[in-house]
């Protein structure tokens, strides 16, 4: 059998981009007609048929067994040939024509019932629409979202409280769940991901920040101090105008590269931009 010939295989890689991209799930959420999916099928030539007529005869019978009685696709026939070697019905395109058809073809049916339970879950909550946009997102959390929902409606409903996020209280979730799930919390709020800015985008209160610095003597801080490590909101506070300040984000480098006169070098941390 010709490389070049069409295989079962090719029909699932064709659907399965459908899945992939989510489309298939978000139109089966919502209720949509299923979106025939029709795949052409690259097949032997008519001059290819008397060639090798049994390799033809193998690529008929696994596209046809492939189909499992229509559970996972259709075949649509054509005839092909002449009157050299006869005329021949040949499979021209598979047609995937049901949501029962396509997770069957995948294999993804439990997937699926999953993502009907996830949907069970957040009926009625704002937080359907992000499931429905990331249903594979959705998906891979499929065990965490009942606590997800109780973790969204406390943080939702405490928005501009200034309080600790290590005060949540609700059963089954801690700081460290709405840490871990930190970025999927953040979509679902729309504030921002990053350990600070999601604590500033909710009105939460944070825990004193402290940066650290090496100063010029030239500023007129107290002698022999060459070295701060102050809150974040006082060093902003302080009355102090360094011509240059210095960011370096490994330690080391921190520690050993040269003040720059009348200026200041701050240990940034890495990723730790918000606070800088």
Request: proline share 7%.
């Amino acid at each position: 059998m010709s490389s070049r010939w069409s295989s079962p295989a090719d029909i699932v890689t064709k659907v399965r981009r459908r899945w992939t991209d989510g489309s298939l799930l978000q139109a089966h959420a919502t209720g949509e007609p299923f979106p025939a999916i029709q795949v052409p099928l690259r097949g032997p030539r008519a001059s290819e048929i008397g060639d090798d007529l049994g390799a033809v005869q193998d690529w008929v019978s696994r596209l046809d067994a492939g189909r499992r009685d229509d559970v996972r696709y259709t075949l649509e026939f054509t005839t092909v040939g002449g009157r050299h070697i006869g005329r021949n019905r040949l499979p021209s395109r598979a047609l995937v024509s049901s949501y029962a058809q396509a997770w069957a073809l995948l294999g993804v049916t439990a997937e699926v019932r999953r993502f009907e339970a996830i949907l069970g879950v957040v009926a009625d909550q704002p937080v359907r629409d992000w499931v429905l946009t990331h249903p594979h997102d959705a998906l891979e959390l499929h065990r965490e979202w009942p606590r997800l929902l109780a973790a969204y409606s406390w943080l939702d409903a405490h928005r501009g409280s200034g309080r600790y996020l290590r005060e949540i209280s609700v059963p089954g979730v801690d700081t460290k769940f709405a840490e871990r799930h930190r970025r999927t919390l953040a979509a679902l709020l729309g504030v921002p991901s990053t350990a600070t800015g999601f604590l500033a985008g909710l009105g939460l209160r944070a825990k004193p920040e402290l940066v650290r610095l090496r100063v010029s003597p030239g500023l007129g801080l107290p002698t022999p101090l060459s070295e701060l490590a102050v809150r974040s909101d006082e060093l902003a506070a302080l009355e102090m105008t360094p011509r240059t300040v210095l960011v370096c984000e490994n330690e080391i480098t921190y520690l050993s590269v040269p003040v720059p006169t009348d200026g200041a070098v701050i240990w940034g941390k890495g990723f730790e931009v918000d606070r800088v």
